[in-house]
């Protein structure tokens, strides 16, 4: 698949690395065309780097801070009809607290911002020095995907697969909200592992 990957910090790294390695095509969408050529490099493949503005690919990874979600739904154009897969884990790490309302979600405020866009969810409760590894411990790390769009999320689910990851379909948009508490879990306990940031979760069976 060709992908378009908006930002050019770890987990744009990360995802690169990943999907580029599972034969995808990256096309990274740098604020900073230094930085992002740099990480073209980094992740090979014939990885592109292109400026702010419109996705060329069918599948986006936005690749940024929750705080700037409004802004590239502002700078960027004709997300219309695309995949838009929300990785953010949207926390006040002032408060160690979810920003989002109870009751709703991230991801849902994207949806929201990219009204006709089919927004998945994927990547938040994996760190992007797992992604950058491919694993942990050996281990390949779960991915949990949820989305409204049930061709969206076969498509999501079908690109993790492919890229060295297990994708797990974990339901509906609705269920983003308990993803992104994961992800703020999972951090939090950082410490408490001491696992500095080469933990992963998996579902065993
Ligand atoms: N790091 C993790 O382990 C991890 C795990 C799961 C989920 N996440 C989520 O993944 C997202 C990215 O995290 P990260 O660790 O990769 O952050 P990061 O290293 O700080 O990278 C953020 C990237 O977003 C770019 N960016 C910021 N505003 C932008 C805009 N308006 N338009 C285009 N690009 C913009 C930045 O560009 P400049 O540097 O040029 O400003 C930078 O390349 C966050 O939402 C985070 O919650 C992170």
């Known amino acids: 698949m060709n992908v378009s990957i908006i ?3 770890n987990m744009a790294k990360g995802i690169g690395l990943r999907l580029a390695g599972g034969g995808h095509q990256v096309q990274l969408h740098a604020k900073d065309q230094a930085k992002g050529q740099a990480l073209a490099s980094e992740i090979g493949h014939d990885t592109s780097v292109v400026a702010v503005g419109t996705p060329t690919h069918d599948v986006v990874v936005l690749a940024i801070p929750y705080s700037q979600m409004q802004s590239v739904a502002d700078s960027y154009q004709a997300f219309a009809g695309k995949i838009v897969i929300d990785i953010t884990n949207p926390v006040d790490f002032d408060t160690l607290r979810l ?25 938040n409760t994996v760190f992007s020095s797992v992604l950058a590894a491919g694993q942990v411990s050996g281990q390949v790390p779960d991915v949990f995907v949820v989305s409204d769009g049930a061709d969206a999320k076969s498509t999501v689910v079908t690109l993790i697969n492919s890229s060295g ?8 948009l609705a269920h983003a909200r308990h993803l992104e508490g994961m992800g703020l879990i999972h951090m939090s306990i950082q410490a408490t592992l001491g696992t500095n940031w080469q933990s992963a979760v998996q579902i065993v069976s």
């Open 99 to 123: 920003i989002p309302a109870p009751g709703t979600s991230g991801a849902e405020t994207v949806a929201a911002l990219l009204p006709e866009a089919n927004v998945v969810k994927a990547f």
């Open 165 to 172: 990851l297990r994708a797990i379909d974990a339901g509906s």
């Open 7 to 9: 930002g050019t910090g």
